[in-house]
């Protein structure tokens, strides 16, 4: 289903810039500037977890092309786009509210494979509840492109699904295994590193 954003239905992102190491948002007014979120925590909406093809271009909406599942991959639309995922999260401590959450850089989706795994098999063991997650370091992974930074993200406890998430689920209900976005590295990565001016270590959202 093509999906390219026309204003309508817009939500406030959470971005990671991949070549930094650091998450940012913006507040949901218009104008905002974007700020550095230094306590990457929230209750992510992995029930919701979307993948598919993504066009990101400078100064304009994303188009997006998404999956049907995630064991079923639409085709690629054309020229430019790419493997990627979206899902909403949600920190009224730090992000202000719900954000979605969407990357096409292979450092995240190694990470987000990773969150997965660990989220399909814990659910079962907390039912109706969310994994909050936390960003709890950062990995360099150096290839021909220079190098990225690899978020390591953690479980850290499990909550209620807050209504501002509303409810339902997508495309989450299929095999773990058939969610990969894109290939995962396969060489082990360095021990991870602290985020760059990671806030007082805590769990709140």
């Known amino acids: 289903?093509?999906?390219?954003?026309?204003?309508?239905?817009?939500?406030?992102?959470?971005?990671?810039?991949?070549?930094?190491?650091?998450f940012y948002t913006k507040e949901?007014?218009?104008?905002?500037?974007?700020?550095?979120?230094t306590n990457f925590t929230a209750i992510f909406d992995m029930d919701n977890l979307k993948t598919g093809w993504f066009l990101f271009a400078p100064g304009v909406a994303p188009v997006k092309n998404m999956d049907p599942s995630l064991s079923?991959?639409?085709?690629?639309?054309?020229?430019?786009?790419?493997?990627?995922?979206e899902l909403d999260v949600f920190s009224?401590?730090?992000?202000?509210?719900?954000?979605?959450?969407?990357?096409?850089a292979g450092a995240?989706?190694?990470?987000?494979?990773?969150?997965?795994?660990?989220w399909a098999a814990d659910k079962a063991s907390n039912p109706g509840k969310l994994p909050v997650v936390k960003c709890v370091g950062v990995t360099p992974v150096t290839n021909k492109h220079g190098t990225n930074y690899r978020p390591q993200f953690e479980i850290v406890s499990w909550a209620d699904r807050p209504s501002e998430l509303g409810g339902g689920t997508?495309?989450?209900?299929?095999?773990?295994?058939?969610?990969a976005p894109a290939q995962s590295q396969h060489t082990p990565?360095?021990?991870?590193?602290?985020?760059?001016?990671?806030a007082e270590d805590d769990v709140d959202f």
């Open 1 to 22: 289903m093509s999906n390219p954003a026309s204003g309508g239905d817009f939500k406030v992102y959470v971005k990671y810039n991949a070549k930094a190491g650091r």
């Open 28 to 37: 949901d007014k218009p104008e905002a500037a974007e700020f550095e979120v």
């Open 72 to 85: 079923e991959a639409a085709p690629k639309p054309g020229e430019g786009f790419k493997r990627g995922f």
């Open 92 to 104: 009224e401590k730090n992000l202000m509210g719900v954000r979605e959450f969407s990357s096409t």
């Open 108 to 118: 995240v989706i190694d990470a987000m494979n990773d969150l997965y795994d660990h």
């Open 170 to 179: 997508s495309q989450a209900a299929a095999p773990a295994a058939a969610s």
């Open 189 to 198: 990565p360095p021990a991870a590193q602290p985020v760059p001016a990671a």
